[in-house]
């Protein structure tokens, strides 16, 4: 079996450097010669890093396919090669790490002093690697989880230091890895406000190209922090070396893709030093997000199945339970609504067979209403106008209507027309002698200070500790940073800001889920600025788009599918294109189903299909495409229409969904992920009421081999026709 590699050379290059360079004993007085034989092998079922200590003391990655090679006595290995590179002394490409020391000096040489592993359980091994500068007492703690049969590798890095003043870090990146191949080729997904989550693929030329955030809070905003990136060639579904990256960070990310002189790929990945030099006081840790790794030699693919299957244990929050389906009134009303109009609503949600009833922004403020968006954010007291009996009042009115009550809260935010800004205008972030921008007509609370952190807190805990009816909540952040300071933080700390804002920020969300264990969370920032396995953790999902026209979304879905699981992505179905209506709720079907209509302009027909749709999701696809794994079977980006499949773990049942999105000829889907081995019963379902199948297959038996190999017609050849197939093993 081919066991790959983060971050490797080629071994006949490999053997050429050890050839050039005889071994030679640098600052022997620490690297010892038990160091430079030690071998560290962190690795997964099919993936896996190999490093090593040379002779100089310093920790190197060294090819790994197994059996190991390793190299008889130690030889000086190449810098460029270095595991966790430190700025300075020698090292002449783009660091992991750069300090100035107490002293003054800049340079850093780290030298590997230990490392242990621990099996956490019988699929996780943690590994800890500590380094120390060759002099000065300053530390890094190079920490991996290998994650067996996902297939992932999630890494961070500790620094500390005990040296006589504050040492100031001014890169710490969380994973630094090397990989060899003739082209690398990187996916990203770029967007903007209601266009997320799109797919470009580019061939890395030589020297840097950087993805990144500057904007620390909704950092997700233009660019999520997740890449893909394909060896020799570009990315391929099914087939091809392809690496998979996430950070689990939501402040400002940098991923630096450097090819040097040798055709080596560094790959840094991290919080964006960029103006963020981060002053490490004296015993202070520095823990940095950790970075996701996975690898497969079957496609971009497998790529995404172990991203998911590691979200659903790992990633994301209660991912095995089902997902309530949610109404919400933020389409259909905005912030214009009253206590009677919104109890109207609730009878048509539960007749929809929707479970929960989501009560968007505008229900609070009172002095400055929050009647539209330039007033009232922060002011977390019930409108009185709008609601004069309170949220629980409301929560009670749902739940003898037999449907869950929930709440929207955007904790992080201040319009300057509110009170909280009357009072407290300084627990907004802003620069001196700069006056204020807003956007959307607000600002961003500096949650470094710590009254403003939990007034956050409080905003969040009031609303649910004092109803607690609500069983739901959406969490937003609707702008990003554009004057990052701080009146709490000291001048010499500023830089500090956007990462600590965050650390915060995990604090609260940390305290929301764990005060408020049975409250389902909704991750939103206007979208998906906030699309990361940092705060997901926290959450149940995430809102991918306020575009919720379902042939947009048909892309959205499919790029944020490549690394986050649909138990993670709320889909809702909206009047928004006026696209045809099965094709919007075929679409919504394949992720986290929910709705954002008012029922009351809803045709009986609409009405009707949606109530069986619901009823069909619940019944037998909501499982499926929750815990399923995940085949994207064409491409939007490349073929008239989109065809995903998700299949249970145990290859019983599997979910179809095609979704025509130009004229075409009718052409066979290619399922994949089946048993071979076994017939399947295939059966057309969400069809319009009273209509038949024109599917010849409807109904039929078919082999698994059958169906992967020939394929079936969805007969979808107009735009905006779609299908959607149950198979079940017989
Ligand atoms: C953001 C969200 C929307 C809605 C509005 C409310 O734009 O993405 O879904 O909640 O805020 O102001």
């Known amino acids: 079996m081919k066991i790959p590699q983060l971050n490797l050379l080629a071994p006949a290059l490999f053997a050429a450097l050890l050839a050039g360079w005889p071994a030679q004993a640098q ?50 290995l190449d810098r460029e090669t270095e595991f966790h590179p430190p700025f300075g002394d020698g090292f002449i490409s783009e660091p992991a790490v750069q300090a100035t020391h107490a002293d003054g ?83 990203q997904l770029h967007g ?80 964006n030093p960029f103006a963020s030099q981060y002053p490490l006081a004296r015993g202070q840790v520095l823990k940095t997000p950790a970075m996701l790794w996975t690898w497969s030699d079957a496609g971009k693919g497998q790529v995404s199945r172990n991203l998911h299957r590691w979200a659903r244990l790992y990633g994301v929050r209660d991912a095995a339970q089902p997902r309530p389906i949610v109404l919400n009134n933020w389409e259909a009303t905005g912030f ?30 009172n002095k400055y209403p929050r009647n539209n968006d330039g007033a009232g954010l922060g002011d977390w007291q019930v409108n009185t106008n709008k609601l004069p009996h309170g949220l629980s009042y409301l929560a009670g009115e749902a739940k003898q209507r037999g449907i869950r009550f929930g709440i929207w809260l955007e904790p992080e935010m201040v319009n300057p027309r509110s009170e909280l800004y009357e009072q407290h205008p300084d627990w907004a972030m802003a620069e001196p002698h700069r006056a204020p921008e807003v956007s959307r007509n607000q600002l961003d609370l500096d949650l470094t200070r710590p009254e403003a952190r939990e007034f956050a807190w409080k905003a969040i805990d009031n609303t649910l500790g004092s109803n607690p009816g609500i069983s739901y909540l959406k969490w937003d952040a609707n702008r990003y940073v554009t004057q990052p300071g701080s009146t709490y933080l ?39 600025g906030r699309a990361d396995y940092g705060a997901l953790k926290y959450f149940h999902t995430f809102w991918p788009s306020d575009n919720t026209d379902p042939l947009h979304r048909v892309f959205i879905q499919w790029g944020f599918s490549q690394f986050f699981p649909a ?80 299949v249970t773990p145990d290859r019983a049942r599997a979910a179809l969904f095609v979704y025509q999105i130009k004229d075409a000829a009718d052409q066979p889907v290619m399922l994949r992920g089946l048993d071979p081995a076994a017939k399947y019963l295939l059966r057309e379902v969400n069809l319009p009421d009273g209509a038949v199948s024109r599917l010849p297959a409807d109904g039929k038996t078919l082999d698994g081999a059958a169906l992967m190999r020939d394929g079936l017609a969805p007969i979808c050849q107009k735009q905006f026709e779609s299908a959607v197939l149950e198979l079940t093993r017989q």
Not at 121 to 137: G, H, V
Not at 336 to 342: C, G, H, Q, V
Not at 595 to 605: E, H, I, P, Q, S
Request: charged share 20%; aromatic share 10%; net charge negative.
């Open 490 to 528: 000291k001048p010499g700390e500023q830089s500090r800001l956007l990462i600590d804002y965050n650390f915060a920020l995990y604090d609260i969300m940390a305290r929301m889920a764990s005060n408020y264990p049975n409250v389902t969370a909704m991750l939103c920032s206007g979208g998906a």
């Open 567 to 646: 138990c993670a992505l709320s889909d809702h179905v909206t009047k928004m294109g006026n696209r045809p209506f099965k094709f919007t709720l075929d679409v919504a079907l394949s992720g986290t189903l929910g709705l954002d209509l008012d029922v009351a302009k809803m045709t009986a027909a609409e009405r009707k299909a949606t109530t069986a749709a619901i009823v069909l999701y619940k019944q037998s696809l909501r499982d499926i495409v929750s815990q399923g794994d995940l085949y994207r079977l064409d491409s939007p980006y490349d073929q008239p229409r989109s065809a995903i499949s998700y």
């Open 336 to 365: 214009n609504f009253t206590e009677p109009r919104i109890v109207s609503l609730f009878d048509g949600a539960r007749e929809l067979g929707a479970d929960l009833f989501l009560l968007d922004d505008g229900w609070f403020a």
């Open 192 to 271: 903007d406000w209601a266009s997320e989550g799109n797919m470009e693929e580019d061939k890395l030329g030589m020297g840097m190209t950087i993805l990144d955030s500057k904007i620390g809070v909704r950092a997700g905003r233009f660019r999520t922090p997740s890449f893909l990136l394909s060896v020799h060639n570009p990315a391929r579904e099914e087939s091809g070396e392809v690496y998979g990256g996430s950070l689990e960070w939501s402040g400002s990310f940098q991923f630096a893709f450097d090819v040097n002189w040798q055709g080596q790929l560094r790959v840094l990945c991290g919080i």
């Open 27 to 76: 600052g022997a007085d620490i690297a010892q010669a038990d160091r430079t034989a030690k071998i560290i092998y962190i690795g997964t079922a099919h993936f896996g890093v190999t490093l090593q200590a040379g002779s100089d003391g310093r920790l190197y990655q060294v090819p790994s396919p197994r059996p190991l090679s390793v190299p008889a006595g130690g030889g000086k």
């Open 105 to 187: 000096n800049n340079s850093t040489d780290l030298i590997f002093v230990t490392n242990q592993s621990t099996a956490l359980d019988a699929n996780i091994t943690l590994t800890r690697i500590e380094l120390k500068d060759r002099y000065y007492p300053f530390f890094v703690t190079l920490c991996l989880k290998a994650y067996h049969d996902q297939d992932v590798l999630e890494q961070w890095t500790e620094f500390h230091h005990d040296e006589d003043g504050a040492v100031t870090l001014f890169r710490f990146a969380s994973s630094s890895s090397v990989i060899q191949s003739n082209e690398y080729w990187l996916t």
